[in-house]
Each structure stands twice: as structure tokens, then as C-alpha cells.
């Protein structure tokens, strides 16, 4: 105790600011890094597989459409990024395995994972068919706990510190559309809440970083595209589609708003953050908005 010298050692702490700190720009990309995102062929994913290859990674995107597969390949290549595609369905755990097995054999690794792919449709709690309940559960939760733990097994195995992103969505912390109609969906990107912290705590001692980033509404083919489940009778679907116009939304953000989210959630800027779950949605889900949309009363109120 004789020989401690403060002074010394705060000036040797100091000194390792400097000398262990990464350079800026290897903390901002992530040049070399083998990347899987599932559901990478179209909104999001796609948003999140462009960003991933600007920064300078090798992409594997995955799908179970063939058609959309090509279509956003031949997009990403003609940009010169390096990039591939698997047809996957993340309700196959053949079809995972085989991810990232093709993943490791065209690029001979497998350092981040991004499980952006998700199904999602509208129906109330009463009318909701089991079987659509359980394809919604099967598709967003179950395929990201397929994934994780194909990529968890192959990062283990080769010694790996990566990252993985599971998508999730603020409708976990937030009721949505105006008379609901999403617990399906909601069930699913909760239960992704959830796995992530636990999926945080058993892997930290593999340097694996696992985390969360919610997005809400965004500009994309899917939002566009889907409505009331459709198996329900006509006027079933058509009440869900008069509660869905029911309050304007404070504008909807650019799937690439998220995307960029989520690309700083796979560098090195996120070596410290694990077992998170980041909310992406412009402020929506408290309530932070740049103009008070106007409500009507749906069904229009009756005297009685």
C-alpha cells in the first residue's frame, strides 16, 4: 500500500482512453461483417439490408417469396454491394438451419443477426380464427427464436462476440389501431420483448449482444397490403377497415428511420447495450406529435 500512487494510476486510466479507444470509423461501420436478415426482401428488412451494405457488410437476405427475393437482390447488386439471397421460411427450422449454413459457406461466417421478417393481419379477439392467432405467433416469434438459435449455436461454436437485432414493435407498450384488432400481433412482438432479455442473459458470457428496437407504423409494401383477416365474413372485414379510418396519424415515418436504428444497434456504437429494447417510432408511442389529429366518434354515438 506503501508504493499506490493515485496520481500514477489515474494517469494510466486516463492514458488507456486513448490508447484502447477504436477509431471513429471502425466504431460506425462494420466493414466485413456477415450479416443474416430475414425478411429482407421488401420494407424494413430491405431498408435494414441496404444500410448494413452501405457500412460495408456482406448480406445474406432471406424470404420465403422467391419472386420479391430477386426482385431486391437485383436492386442491392445493382448498387455493387455484396449480397445474396435464401429462400427461408422462419416456420421451417430446415429451412433456419439452412440459412445460416448457406450464410457460413458463401461468406465463412455468421456475426450479426437481424430477424426484421413479420406477418401480422386484423381481426377483433371474438372473431380471431386459432389458426391465424397461432400462423401470426408461429411467423414473428417463434421464426426469431428459430433464428437465434441457429446463429447463437454457430457463434458459440466458432467463438464468435456478434449481434443480434430482433424486430419487435411498440404495440407490446401500446394498444393500436383505434378498437384494437391486432392481439395476435401484439402477443408476438411482446413475446420478442421479452426473449430478448433472456436471451441477453444467457448469452453475454458468449460476448454475444442481443437487443430489441420497436418500431411503429412505417411507409411500407406490408402496410399497404394488409387488412382484416380474411377468412371473416364481409362485414366483419368491413368494420375493421371503418375503425381503421377512424383518427388520422401524425404523418408515418420512413421504414430507413427505423433501418438506421437498427444498423446502430449491429455496430461496435452498441458494445455496451444488451438485453434493450429501443423505440423507434418518432415519438408515437408517448404520444409526442407535431399536429393533434382530430377524433370522430366510431360507431357514431346514439341517444338511447
Known sequence: MNNFDPKAVGKAIMNSYITDTLPLEDMLYV??????????????????AQRLCQGGAKVVIASSNEERGGDALALLKSKGYEVSYCRTDVRSEEDVKNLVAFTADTYGSVDILVTSGGSWSFAHIYDLPEEEFQRVIDVNLTGAYR?????????????????????????????????????HYVASKGGIVAMTQELAKELKRFGIMVNTVAPGGMKTPGAVSTGPVHTLPPEKQMEIVQELKVAPIDGVPTADSVAIVVYGMCTKMADGVTGECIVA???MMRN?????????????????
Open 147 to 183: 433464428c437465434a438459435k441457429y446463429v447463437s449455436k454457430y457463434m458459440i461454436e466458432h467463438d464468435i462476440k456478434g449481434k443480434m437485432v430482433l424486430v419487435s414493435s411498440n404495440s407490446a407498450f401500446l394498444s393500436q389501431p383505434i378498437f384494437g384488432g391486432y392481439a
Open 288 to 304: 409526442i406529435v407535431s399536429f393533434q389529429a382530430p377524433c370522430q366518434q366510431y360507431p357514431p354515438k346514439t341517444n338511447k
Open 281 to 283: 417510432d418518432s415519438g
Open 31 to 48: 466493414k466485413g461483417q456477415v450479416t443474416i436478415v430475414t425478411g429482407g426482401t421488401s420494407g424494413l428488412g430491405f431498408c435494414v
